[in-house]
């Protein structure tokens, strides 16, 4: 594929993403501090929010399985998340993790687990979406050409 | 009667004497003439026999030696034939081989891109393999070239002409030397010797063979050099007329025999040559001369002359340091084929008595592209070898034998502490001579902190007692080539001078030293700029360096070498240093007003995704960062800060920090019990850091806390570059506002 083509879906993907509610302001300010100095910012961020949300996700997924569960360390967990992912602009992933510490306040097991099963689908699908975005940057770049700003 | 009687007898008697007589005469002669005959014939048949003999024995000779000859005919016309065969049988294999190399070169080059994809980018990884790319692609052409030579050795080789970068050549090729030598503990460095490479640096000739030169004699040098140095030197100069008397001693010196008559042929043929070249011919032809130098085995004399002789080995042993170096001794026969063709000479200098090791020299013709300079000023001779360096085995402090004292301290200062010797000795020499600079040699650790004071003190005192005028001392500069315009300039704020210290810290970095560098940091004279240089890993945490700090990794020389002085904001070189286009300014431009510049945040935050974000938030508002995991290293950074403002013993003491940004939650000691110490802290100096909240809470309560632990201000924890400045605004606003 030629660089002008790959350049125009890779603006198309960016688009969609925002659109639909995948990645927010947050995402575009961090975009905004990658430089020619820091060329990899953004993927780097990217990578350490997949290590820490799977490892909680993990953290979750066990205290959950607790017999008694305790909720206060749940809600840590999940207000950890709710951090990282919101300052990467993972929107949809904060927006579940908000639903979430509602059940906790709640201390419903059952309502917990729904939403640490939501979570784990709507993490997946943004680390799906990026990942795409990342490939198709890394394709861009291979055929010669500049990754283009997206406002 | 009687008488008559006796008369006959009488002659019948002398007729019988008479004949007796003839009888015995005849007899007698007879026997003569017998014996005579008798010898004749005896002498005829003794040489007759003679000669037979003689004949037959010249026969018998002729006929073995013709059967010798025959024989050896057919031996030779056997081995002909068996060379013949074995030439054939040579050529098919190689190109069998030829085949079979490309082959395998066209997986590797495919599995490393595979490699490449999978790998992330601006990884360690990806650095490797790029070279490794670029290894292949030497092979590559080292396998072009061996089909090559016999295009050479017959004669049909063609040169091509294309532009290419001398000074990315002589750089690649030494660096692909540079890892190898540093394994084994030898330094392979680029000599700038006197700058001139720079200036002539687009030039048009054949950029592989003469890679293929370069790299030919640094690999010789490299397999037969164990410790020490290998040195590659460049430099370039216009042909004028005492080329004739240069280019012959260069060779004959020790590859010819001292008979004066090959000397004067040699001295024609060359003459010759060199009429007849075409690239010669052209006005714009300019003359590069290259050494390699070595301190390893060294070449006996006797067998000097005949290393270029293809296939001979000086070493009949095969040396082998790394796996089997089993050299073919192919390389040096084309080498001088191939120098020849680009119109020059190569040849084995003679080092001093005490020296060891090979020193190669040649000479190429190459055409320039561009002349920036018409004038022809001479390049500074630097006598690369053979300068004593007494004075850098002294150590530090020698500037005090070459001072001028109205110039001096107006010299811009360079402190160079590097591990190897002749690096460091040809970098001093470098920035002396060529660049007019002041060197300051640190030979050993605990020599550094005095260096660094004395330096300090210099500066210190000229910049308060000398003159305001803003103009670069032409004494300094010796009216040649001022390329000022290449720098940026800003009327009257132009900055004269610099102290660029240059730290190899491959061995670490004492305390000593480190407290040395701070000291020399603080108060610092405001027109005197300061570029620190850390070779290989930076002395103290990278993110804790001023941006004004390079960190490079070796080997400082080429390209890296000019960058570091390029960002020295003059020069007083006699070279223009170009920017190349393919080196990345990965350092901010200092000059660059950003609305955090000198300023010194610290970030406190234990989570390291929301570390990042801050740190490079915060410094790409033009801030210098510190960063602290949790609570009590803060504590600890903010002490520390504070006793040393108390040691140097100022009158006002300057926070350590200008602002601190502290997340709230954090194990151990989280933001609030750290902020409340802090303030205690504090309290004992009379001084204030403005300390901001990073919290995910936005509750009335929150807030509350915050204030009540002794914060100025709060930020949602995700905060990046804009709404960090708003706070840092009101904060300032505030301040002010209290003032009045």
């Not at chain 1, 790959?6 to 975009?31: C, I, K, N, P, T």
């Not at chain 2, 030039?203 to 040098?221: S, Y």
């Not at chain 2, 790394?322 to 080092?351: C, N, W, Y």
């Not at chain 2, 110490?677 to 809470?697: D, L, N, Q, S, V």
Request: overall charge negative; charged content about 25%.
């Amino acid at each position: 594929m030629e660089v002008g083509q790959l350049q125009r879906s890779f603006v198309e993907y960016m688009a969609s993403l925002f659109r639909e509610g995948f990645l927010d302001g947050q995402f575009s300010q961090l975009q905004q501090l990658q430089d020619d100095s820091n060329p990899e910012f953004v993927v780097e961020v990217v990578s350490l929010f997949f290590e820490d949300s799977e490892r909680l996700l993990n953290d979750l997924t066990m205290a959950l399985d607790q017999p008694n569960v305790d909720f206060k360390q749940v809600d840590a967990h999940v207000h950890q998340l709710k951090g990282s992912s919101s300052s990467v602009g993972a929107q949809r992933v904060k927006n579940c993790c908000v639903l979430f510490r509602n059940c906790c306040e709640e201390q419903n097991t059952e309502a917990c687990l729904r939403c640490l099963q939501q979570i784990k689908q709507e993490y997946l699908l943004v680390k799906n979406k990026l990942q795409t975005l990342f490939e198709l940057e890394q394709q861009i770049v291979a055929a010669g050409g500049a990754i283009p700003m997206v406002q | 009667m009687n008488l008559s009687l006796f008369k006959v007898p009488m002659p019948v008697g002398v007729c019988l004497v008479l004949v007796y007589n003839v009888h015995d005469v005849l007899q007698r002669d007879y026997h003569k003439n017998i014996k005579f005959g008798f010898m004749l014939i005896i002498l005829m048949i003794v040489s007759l026999a003679i000669s037979i003999v003689t004949f037959v024995i010249l026969t018998i000779r002729a006929a073995r030696r013709e059967m010798y000859l025959c024989s050896a005919l057919i031996k030779q016309m056997e081995a002909t034939q068996q060379a013949e065969r074995k030439s054939m049988n040579k050529s098919t294999a190689s190109a069998r081989a030829n085949h079979d190399v490309r082959a395998s070169l066209a997986g590797i080059s495919g599995l490393i891109w595979m490699c490449r994809v999978q790998a992330s980018p601006q990884s360690e990884l990806v650095k490797y393999l790029d070279h490794m790319e670029s290894c292949k692609n030497d092979l590559l052409d080292m396998l072009n070239s061996i089909l090559d030579e016999n295009k050479i050795e017959e004669g049909k080789k063609q040169l091509k002409e294309e532009e290419f970068n001398m000074e990315e050549l002589v750089e690649h090729v030494v660096n692909i030397y540079y890892p190898n030598g540093a394994m084994k503990n030898v330094d392979v460095l680029l000599d700038p010797c006197d700058g001139s490479i720079a200036r002539f640096s687009r030039v048009k000739g054949d950029r592989i063979e003469l890679q293929r030169i370069l790299n030919n004699l640094l690999q010789n040098a490299d397999k037969f050099t164990s410790e020490g140095h290998i040195t590659l030197r460049a430099w370039a100069r216009k042909p004028g007329f005492e080329e004739s008397s240069n280019l012959a001693p260069n060779t004959s010196d020790s590859s010819i025999s001292c008979m004066p008559c090959l000397r004067l042929q040699k001295d024609e043929a060359s003459a010759e040559v060199r009429v007849l070249n075409r690239v010669q011919q052209d006005p714009n032809c300019v003359e590069f001369i290259f050494e390699v130098d070595d301190t390893g085995k060294g070449i006996p004399k006797e067998k000097q002359k005949s290393v270029f002789e293809n296939y001979v080995q000086v070493n009949d042993q095969t040396t082998s340091v790394h796996g089997s170096q089993a050299g073919t001794g192919l390389g040096l026969g084309i080498t001088q084929s191939l120098v020849r063709l680009m119109g020059g000479e190569i040849g084995i200098v003679d080092k001093q008595i005490g020296e060891k090791g090979t020193c190669f020299r040649f000479n190429i013709f190459l055409i320039a592209c561009d002349q920036p300079q018409l004038q022809e000023h001479e390049a500074i001779s630097v006598n690369c070898a053979k300068e004593e360096d007494l004075e850098s085995q002294l150590g530090g402090d020698y500037s005090v034998a070459s001072d001028n004292s109205i110039t001096s301290h107006q010299k811009s200062n360079v402190i160079l502490f590097i591990k190897e010797e002749e690096r460091s000795r040809v970098l001093r020499r470098f920035m002396m001579n060529v660049l007019g600079l002041k060197v300051h040699v640190v030979n050993r650790n605990e020599q550094f902190p005095q260096t660094l004071k004395k330096v300090k003190g210099k500066i210190t005192n000229s910049s308060s007692s000398s003159c305001k005028s803003k103009e670069i001392p032409l004494s300094s500069l010796d009216g040649t080539d001022i390329d000022i315009s290449s720098f940026q300039r800003r009327g009257r704020g132009l900055v004269i001078r610099f102290i660029l210290i240059i730290i190899d810290t491959s061995d670490g970095l004492t305390r000593e030293m480190s407290r040395a560098m701070a000291e020399l940091r603080k108060d610092f004279p405001k027109n005197v700029s300061l570029r620190v240089v850390w070779l290989d890993k930076p002395g103290v945490d990278e993110d804790k360096l001023p941006s004004t700090d390079i960190v490079l990794t070796k080997p400082l020389h080429g390209s890296r070498l000019f960058r570091v002085l390029k960002f020295t904001h003059e020069t007083t070189s006699r070279i223009k240093i170009q920017q190349h286009p393919l080196v990345q300014d990965v350092f901010v431009d200092v000059n660059k007003k950003l609305p955090l510049t000198g300023k010194k945040i610290l970030v406190v935050e234990d989570d390291r995704m929301l570390l990042m974000i801050c740190r490079t938030a915060v410094s790409k508002l033009g801030a210098t960062v510190y960063t602290c995991k949790n609570g009590q290293e803060a504590l600890d950074e903010v002490c520390k800060g504070l006793n040393e403002q108390r040691d140097i013993g100022s009158s006002t003491p300057s926070p350590p920090f200008d602002y601190i940004l502290m997340d709230c939650e954090m194990p151990g000691m989280n933001g609030f019990e750290a902020t409340k110490c802090i303030r205690k802290e504090e309290a004992r100096y009379g001084i204030r850091i403005p300390i901001i909240a990073f919290t995910a809470h936005t509750e009335k309560e929150e807030i509350d806390k915050i204030f009540q632990a002794g914060m100025d201000y709060y930020l949602p924890k995700e905060s990046k570059g804009e709404e960090i400045l708003k706070v840092i605004d009101y904060i300032e606003h505030t301040k002010v506002s209290k003032m009045f």
